[in-house]
């Protein structure tokens, strides 16, 4: 008896310690699983606290209510809606910004922009910069009308004429005149439906505006003064978008290409409607007051004023400020003539509660960028005159455009030397 219960305490020992061992094993792999860097590494502790903090959340993820979610989602559909208006409105106001700026520090704007201060030089060897950088690109402006230019501007320059139905006749000697040429880079904008149809039918780039209603009565029916004020508002967003505008009237014939006889050094380079070399590029005139005594001369500078019908443009923000001056005050004044605004504006300098424009400008040859005073009262009466090829002829002097388009078709182009004949000096 005593050795059978002997045997059962040892036996019950053994299970003991086997327990034993098992139990040790099981926790030893729980410790080594929960504590992979060991019971007193710091690491350890902050891993863990990660994996609680990680399970925490995706507890508290999948624990959100579908209420909130609805909500989330409401709320990216309304941003999303108001997003276009708030890119508008973001430029609108980075627009006004660069305008608000600009009558601020204009000396030092100017020193940033155009490099580093320098000391004069010896006498008669200083020149001043009048090249206005160009303004960055924006293609967001508008996109469409973007990559129309993409395809038609010959480094980012490009002949613009706007029309209508009043105008068609006229329309097709102009680029007529322009084909013949061989002048690629030319644009139409058709201001109605009419207009853009036909200038697809006769291969000729067209571009049609989305529609706008203060723009859109106007181009429809206006007559050339008022269409001629409409370009003021259109051609900012072709200098926005970076490109150099040709300015041109329909009631143009050419002769050469224009962008072969450009500078380029100015803001706005512009024909001119003097007709000779004084009223063309400038001249002193004498003011003769005789109850003055001796002081009864005054002197006077004078100049005939640009035609706004045809000129080139360069996209800088003193350009882009003349087009919205001009804009604004055909805008406010409903009798004012666009060419009038558009050369008080180049012309009028600074003075008292006035802010004047700082654009640089340049007068083009009267001879190469012709009138049409120039050449009926002058050029077509003289032997050696009459030799010369201008670029261009704008039949802005005489209100019987067509017939005298085609007569300086008929003269310059067929060489018919009497094709100018019939036609008076001025107007019938």
């Given amino acids: 008896m005593a050795v059978g219960r002997r045997d059962k305490a040892a036996s019950f020992r053994g299970s003991r310690i086997v327990v034993a061992i098992v139990i040790g094993v099981l926790l030893g792999c729980v410790i080594a699983f929960l504590f992979p860097y060991g019971l007193f590494n710091p690491a350890a502790s902050v891993q863990n606290r990660r994996i609680g903090k990680t399970n925490f959340q995706i507890g508290s993820s999948s624990c959100e209510s579908s209420e909130r979610s609805k909500m989330l989602k409401s709320e990216i559909v309304s941003l999303s809606e108001n997003n276009s208006e708030l890119k508008k409105q973001v430029r609108d106001l980075t627009e006004r910004l660069q305008l608000a700026e600009q009558g601020k520090d204009q000396a030092q704007k100017q020193f940033l922009v155009l490099g580093e201060q ?29 990559k129309i230019l993409e395809k038609v501007a010959v480094r980012k320059e490009v ?24 002048i690629p880079n030319y644009l139409v904008i058709a201001l109605d439906d009419h207009i853009e149809e036909f200038c697809k039918s006769n291969d000729v780039p067209v571009y049609k505006r ?43 014939i050419y002769l050469q290409n224009p962008f072969n006889h450009l500078y380029r050094d100015s803001d706005v380079e512009s024909m001119t409607d003097g007709h000779n070399n004084m009223t063309a590029y400038g001249y002193n005139d004498v003011f003769d007051e005789p109850a003055m005594g001796w002081a009864r001369y005054a002197h006077t500078m004078r100049i005939w004023v640009y ?22 005050r055909l805008a406010k004044q409903s009798n004012s003539w666009d060419q009038a605004v558009f050369n008080e504006e180049l012309f ?7 802010e004047g424009l700082h654009a ?19 050029v077509r009466k003289d032997a050696k005159l009459k030799k010369l090829k201008p670029v261009i002829v704008h039949v802005n002097y005489h209100p019987d455009k067509l017939r005298r388009m085609k007569a300086v078709v008929e003269f310059f182009v067929n060489g018919k030397q009497d094709a100018l004949d019939p036609y008076p000096d001025g107007s019938e």
């Fill in 360 to 378: 640089a400008k340049r007068t083009m040859d009267f001879y190469m960028f012709m009138n049409s005073k120039v050449l009926f009262k002058t």
């Fill in 118 to 146: 320098h000391k004069a030089g010896p006498f008669g060897t200083v020149k001043a910069l009048r090249t206005n950088p160009t303004v960055v690109p924006d293609d967001s402006v508008n996109p469409r009308l973007a």
């Fill in 159 to 182: 002949i613009v004429a706007l029309a209508n139905s009043n105008v068609k006749e006229m329309l097709e000697v102009w680029f007529s005149s322009i084909k013949r040429v061989g």
């Fill in 210 to 252: 989305d529609p706008d209603a203060g723009i859109d009565a106007v181009g429809r029916s206006g007559g050339n003064h008022a269409v001629s004020g409409l370009k003021f508002r259109i051609l900012r967003e072709f200098l926005q978008l970076g490109y150099s505008v040709l300015l041109s009237d329909v009631d143009i």
């Fill in 307 to 328: 035609n706004s019908g045809f000129f080139f443009i360069r996209p800088t923000i003193p350009s882009i400020e003349l087009l919205d001056r001009v804009a604004d």
């Fill in 348 to 354: 009028f300098p600074s003075h008292p509660g006035y």
